[in-house]
């Protein structure tokens, strides 16, 4: 499996989860998906992935990041897309319990939450992994 593949496919499920928690409506669905940094070429190409997902799936898709992996900078983000009003948003988190209290406020504001590498973040809708670290673990102690 290549990394534009799993890429593609990490940016597919977060935005096909997003879109079946948004509420329908007839207007344009916005889902911006938040990097752990900006310019990281792992990320440059999530963001590819987000964007062609958007695409397939009809939606207004893109992705920020912050400048640096400063979680109060994702905060700031997720304060201008509650302000926006945005249907979802995705994340990687740099910081999960700094980011709690605005993950909470965009839920309150109607804002469907989905994270990426934050299993048990408790203000998101749902966290989304490519692995199982448990099964991927025993498999490689295996081999």
């Known amino acids: 499996m290549n990394k534009r593949f799993v890429i593609n496919m990490v940016s597919s499920l977060l ?19 938040i990097s752990k940094v900006d310019g ?18 009809g939606v207004n898709a893109s992705q920020v990041g912050p400048s ?11 304060e201008d897309l ?6 979802a948003i995705t994340i990687v988190p740099n910081d999960a319990n700094v980011l709690e209290p605005v993950f909470k406020k965009a839920r309150d504001a109607g804002i ?10 408790p203000s998101a809708n749902w966290d989304i992994e490519i692995i199982d670290n448990e099964k991927f673990a025993a498999e490689y102690v295996e081999h």
């Open 15 to 33: 935005l096909g989860a997003a879109l079946i928690s948004a509420p329908l409506q007839a207007a344009e669905k916005v889902v911006v998906n």
């Open 82 to 87: 509650i302000a926006r009003k945005v249907n």
């Open 40 to 57: 990281m070429p792992w990320f440059n190409r999530m963001g590819e992935g987000v964007v062609e997902a958007g695409n397939a799936f």
């Open 68 to 78: 640096s992996t400063d979680a109060p900078q994702q905060v700031k983000i997720i």
């Open 112 to 121: 469907v939450v989905l994270t990426n590498e934050s299993p048990g973040q």
